[in-house]
Nanobody, 114 residues
Framework: QVQLVESGGGLVQAGGSLRLSCRVS????????MGWYRQAPGKQRELVAS???????NYADSVKGRFTISRDNAKNTAYLQMNSLKPEDTAMYCC????????WGQGTQVTVSS
């Protein structure tokens, strides 16, 4: 059974920073891509950032230059460093990992106050 556990969310003032972590545990051979999605109330879920097994990254235009996704394959963990946070970044952030299938964490809330 594969589980994803996120951590690092919280309340921060605009302009501040947070670092999210997502650890994958369970029985598996390999993690392919990993990513972070977010969903704000009343809005559609959007892909924030993704990273391939080889380290290639992709970002939503709204976070380019402010967010950085990385991964530590030895720890089966992905990170999302979020700098210069804005109130519009407020959302539930969920981690996803592609193994044989796609797996999701339960999410961590990020709230940015103005």
């Amino acid at each position: 059974q594969v589980q994803l556990v996120e951590s690092g969310g919280g309340l921060v003032q605009a302009g501040g920073s947070l670092r999210l972590s997502c650890r994958v545990s369970g029985n598996f051979l390999r993690i392919n891509s990993m990513g972070w999605y977010r969903q704000a109330p009343g809005k559609q879920r959007e892909l924030v950032a993704s990273i391939s097994s080889g380290g290639m990254t992709n970002y939503a235009d709204s976070v380019k230059g402010r967010f950085t996704i990385s991964r530590d394959n030895a720890k089966n963990t992905a990170y999302l460093q979020m700098n210069s946070l804005k109130p519009e970044d407020t959302a539930m952030y969920c981690c996803t990992a592609r193994l044989i299938g796609d797996y999701w964490g339960q999410g961590t809330q990020v709230t940015v106050s103005s």
